[in-house]
C-alpha cells in the first residue's frame, strides 16, 4: 500500500524557517506527483505546493509564493518542503500527498489519493 510520510515539523519563531520531508512506502516514487497541503484550526484544508514526477515544475499557493520551496530527490523517494519567512497564519498541520502519474488540478486535494498522517507546524511570535 502507499503510504506518505511526514516528518520535520516544529516549533519555530515568526521570521524562521523550517523544512519538512516526506517519504513514500510502497509504490515506484517517480511514478508518482507529490504534493503537500495544510489544515489550520477551523479552517478548510488548502494546496501549499506540488512537484511534477520528474522535478522539473513546481506549483505553490499564492500565500506561499516566495517563501515556500519544493523539491524532490528521486533516488531517495523524499520531496522536501522548505518554508522560509514564516509568519503566524503559517501555523498549521501540513499533509503529504501522492497521485500517480499527473492530476489536471495541481491544486485541488480530490486529486491525490494517498495522504500522510501530517505533521504539525508551530509559529509563535
Known amino acids: 500500500q502507499v503510504q506518505p510520510v511526514e516528518s520535520g515539523g516544529g516549533l519555530v519563531q515568526v521570521g524562521g524557517s523550517l523544512r519538512l520531508s516526506c517519504g513514500l512506502s510502497?509504490?515506484?516514487?517517480?511514478?508518482?506527483?507529490m504534493g503537500w497541503f495544510r489544515q489550520a484550526p477551523g479552517k478548510e484544508r488548502e494546496f501549499v505546493a506540488a512537484i511534477t514526477r520528474s522535478g522539473t515544475a513546481q506549483y505553490y499557493g499564492d500565500s506561499m509564493k516566495g517563501r515556500f520551496a519544493i523539491s524532490r530527490d528521486n533516488s531517495a523517494n523524499t520531496v522536501y518542503l522548505q518554508m522560509n519567512s514564516l509568519k503566524l497564519e503559517d501555523t498549521a498541520v501540513y499533509y503529504c500527498?501522492?497521485?500517480?502519474?499527473?492530476?489536471?488540478?495541481?491544486?485541488?486535494?480530490?486529486?491525490?489519493?494517498?495522504w500522510g498522517q501530517g505533521t504539525q507546524v508551530t509559529v509563535s511570535s
Open positions: 510502497g509504490g515506484t516514487f517517480s511514478d508518482y506527483t
Open positions: 500527498a501522492a497521485r500517480r502519474w499527473f492530476p489536471t488540478d495541481w491544486s485541488s486535494q480530490r486529486e491525490y489519493n494517498h
